[in-house]
T-cell receptor, first 116, second 113 residues
């Protein structure tokens, strides 16, 4: 299995531009999570989906952030407009889901976003 | 709100020098405590899940233990390849929605040859 796939691996953009991060979860996994990692705050959950449906987006910092999961094998996280404080590493993770206590999340390699 | 605090923030050991990393947590009903390893430029890699106080799990030179308030990751006779950041996370009944994880900031471990 290829694991969780994220693209691009690195993104450098200018303030005000739209940024789209992409994620392909592990085949057969029903839950998908988006996290953001910074030195100051560590890893924080932004939003997660079960069976393509957003379940909890309380971690999304503001309306500039949006996430979609149009099908079981693809999700996007969009920032519009981007700001320098959005600079971070964004991780996607997937799991079998179903709310089981034994459910394990597997992480992708991350996208390092730099907003100038 | 679930909270996880890891200590120390950084630890430098000589090869073969055993030590322990600490993870203190506050959670409204623990559904699982997770340890991950993260290498520079990579995503977290799953190591262990613990569910109840008294539980222990081992993998090579690593052993994780759990009490009602904290977890320890014991590293026995570490090698340079054990150098990484070790992350602790909890899944509770209220934090991160039903299934999300709340992470600590990690312990950056360096093993010197």
């Amino acid at each position: 299995d290829a694991g969780v796939i994220q693209s691009p691996r690195h993104e450098v953009t200018e303030m005000g531009q739209e940024v789209t991060l992409r994620c392909k979860p592990i085949s057969g996994h029903n839950s998908l999570f988006w996290y953001r990692q910074t030195m100051m705050r560590g890893l924080e959950l932004l939003i997660y989906f079960n069976n393509n449906v957003p379940i909890d987006d309380s971690g999304m910092p503001e309306d500039r952030f949006s996430a979609k999961m149009p099908n079981a094998s693809f999700s996007t996280l969009k920032i519009q407009p981007s700001e320098p404080r959005d600079s971070a590493v964004y991780f996607c993770a997937s799991s079998f889901g179903a709310g089981s206590d034994t459910d394990t999340q597997y992480f992708g390699p991350g996208t390092r976003l730099t907003v100038l | 709100e679930d909270q996880v605090t890891q200590s120390p923030e950084a630890l430098r050991l000589q090869e073969g020098e055993s030590s322990s990393l600490n993870c203190s947590y506050t959670v409204s009903g623990l559904r699982g405590l997770f340890w991950y390893r993260q290498d520079p430029g990579k995503g977290p890699e799953f190591l262990f899940t613990l569910y109840s106080a008294g539980e222990e799990k081992e993998k090579e030179r690593l052993k994780a233990t759990l009490t009602k308030k904290e977890s320890f990751l014991h590293i026995t006779a570490p090698k340079p390849e054990d150098s990484a950041t070790y992350l602790c996370a909890v899944r509770g009944y209220s934090g991160g929605g039903a299934d999300g994880l709340t992470f600590g900031k990690g312990t950056h471990l360096i093993i010197q040859p």
